[in-house]
């Protein structure tokens, strides 16, 4: 949905409650879903019944090389332990 309407085109974007090409998704243990939005570079957690999602790596604007950037994510992996 974008702006409370079922969403017909244009339904992607960077802010938190938005993805971008979402290319893979993981569940973890409280039920979150882990989601890596390739266009956006950036993984995303969303709790149950949360209305936008929480960064969890990459920095709000750029991709790169670097420990805290990725370049268009594929895919996530959520195992028991932190991440």
């Known amino acids: 949905k974008k702006n409370g309407d079922k969403c017909k085109k244009d339904c992607y974007g ?3 409650y938005e993805l971008y090409y ?5 569940i973890d243990t409280d039920g979150s879903y882990i989601v890596a939005d390739a266009y956006n570079n950036r993984i ?3 709790a149950p ?3 936008q999602g929480e960064r969890k790596v990459s920095k709000k604007h750029g991709y790169g090389s670097k420990l805290s950037q990725l370049h268009f994510p594929r895919g996530v ?3 028991q332990g932190s991440y």
């Not at 979402?22 to 993981?26: D, H, S, Y």
Request: aromatic share 6%; net charge negative.
């Open 14 to 16: 960077s802010e938190l």
């Open 77 to 79: 992996v959520v195992d």
């Open 22 to 26: 979402p290319e893979g998704v993981a």
């Open 49 to 51: 019944n949360a209305t």
């Open 44 to 46: 995303m957690k969303w």
